[in-house]
């Protein structure tokens, strides 16, 4: 199984992203794209996008991005900034690419904005790789 074929075999386990309307639209080597339309449950108290969903689908793309080298990897940390409100019925997408990898450790930038291009987030992932283990294995 190559790599971009593993990704997607981890993608169809992530039952997180598919109830929550996640799609993997791109991977390749250190990048991946994704989107998601806001639903009415993922409101807070002002009306607008909770962060915590923004962060997830930043998270998501960064998870993608971190595994498509092949060994597993998972995130040592992150941070988001949130630069403008997102609205129920927007369209999001997050495009993670990779800044740079040393030894088993990995930076990943995620651009969140909406399906017109106004950036909405910028979120940073530290990932670590797992000595040994794929991405995804029909084992795991």
Do not use: W
């Not at 991946?32 to 639903?39: E, K, S, Y």
């Not at 992150?78 to 403008?84: D, E, H, I, M, S």
Request: proline share 4%; net charge negative; hydrophobic share 40%.
């Amino acid at each position: 199984m190559d790599t971009i074929q593993s990704v997607t075999a981890m993608y169809d386990r992530d039952l997180t992203c598919q109830t929550l309307g996640i799609h993997l639209d791109d991977v390749g080597p250190g990048r991946a794209r994704m989107r998601m339309r806001v639903g009415d449950t993922m409101t807070n108290g002002h009306g607008t996008v909770h962060g915590g969903y923004l962060f997830l689908l930043a998270d998501a793309a960064f998870a993608y991005a971190s595994n498509s080298h092949g060994p597993a990897a998972v995130a040592q940390g992150a941070q988001v900034t949130f630069l403008r409100p997102a609205a129920v019925h927007d369209e999001l997408v997050a495009d993670a690419v990779e800044r740079v990898r040393a030894g088993r450790s990995g930076v990943y930038d995620v651009t969140v904005r909406r399906a017109a291009g106004e950036i909405v987030a910028e979120f940073r992932g530290q990932s670590m790789m797992l000595s040994g283990r794929p991405a995804f294995s029909p084992e795991s």
